[in-house]
């Protein structure tokens, strides 16, 4: 029996007005689609990419009766794919927004959400100030969900950053981890790959990685370089640039259990205390 799956990232360069986005977002899944994509993965912030939290209210709205979500599961039922919006902002009752990661089923239901757990706040050298907690409430689950063919567990863009998390869903069962991404330039360069690949390595996971790529309507320049990595950290895919576009690759389950089972690094985990010396006590000897 195969354990192969088509998975597919698409990387776009989303504005300010979701029914764009959303067409946008329809043709790349069609092209996905078209090269066997049973699973497609869209950016952080597909929908709407506001700056701050006035631009978001005059485009974000609830979860409920939410005409955006609604037209991303109708793109799902049309395409008869899993369909992975990797982030949206839900307007939540205490005036900020969730920033919520959506999968709809081929039907165009709602299979799973999870909403952003780690927001970036702080001041890049040279760059404004970034505070995502003024704007968005963090989410406190992590979540797995069993999809046809792997299990899936969900993260977005600077939760990367956090290797607790990753080891979190590898330990719940996934063996496929998301992280669609708006990553500024800098940050991009320094460590978007190395950080991709390093939570791949050290969870025996697939790693697939859809981006926010170049100079958006709010003027923002995001980095681009979408990519899919393998259990090994090796880039099985990956668009070189800021380009909006899709890629795909297959995905084996046995290479999951391989690079498991060669450095066992999840089985092999243990508990510890800390000990921290904070005096100035010298240490007989």
Not at 131 to 155: D, H, I, Q
Not at 160 to 167: H, I, T, Y
Request: charged fraction near 20%.
């Amino acid at each position: 029996m195969s354990t192969s799956t088509r998975i597919a990232a698409v990387q776009m360069r989303s504005g300010l007005t979701p029914a764009a986005n959303l067409d946008a977002l329809d043709a790349f899944v069609a092209q996905a689609v078209a090269q066997g994509a049973q699973y497609v993965l869209s950016p952080e912030v597909t929908v709407a990419f506001a700056e701050n939290s006035e631009g978001l209210a005059r485009v974000a709205g609830p979860a409920e009766e939410n005409g955006d979500i609604a037209r991303a599961a109708e793109i799902a039922d049309a395409h008869n794919v899993y369909l992975h919006v990797g982030s949206l902002a839900v307007a939540l009752p205490d005036g900020r927004f969730a920033n919520r990661s959506m999968l709809f089923g081929p039907d165009g239901s709602v299979v799973a959400s999870y909403d952003k757990i780690h927001l970036f706040d702080a001041t890049l050298p040279g760059l404004r100030e970034y505070r995502e907690s003024a704007t968005y409430k963090g989410g406190e689950e992590a979540v797995v969900t069993p999809l046809p063919g792997f299990r899936l567990g969900m993260a977005i863009c600077y939760d990367v950053r956090f290797p607790a998390l990753f080891n979190a869903l590898a330990n719940g069962g996934a063996e496929v981890i998301s992280v669609p991404a708006a990553f500024t330039v800098p940050t991009g360069e320094a460590h978007w790959e190395v950080l991709l690949r390093a939570r791949a390595i050290e969870t025996g996971s697939y790693v697939i990685a859809a981006a926010q790529g170049g100079r958006h309507e709010n003027g923002r320049a995001t980095y681009g370089h979408s990519m899919i990595i393998d259990p090994w950290g090796k880039i099985l895919a990956q668009i070189d640039g800021d380009a909006p576009g899709v890629i795909v690759a297959d995905i084996d389950l046995e290479r999951v259990a391989d690079a498991r089972g060669r450095v066992p690094a999840l089985a092999n985990a243990r508990p510890f205390s800390l000990s921290v010396n904070q005096s100035a006590r010298k240490v007989p000897v």
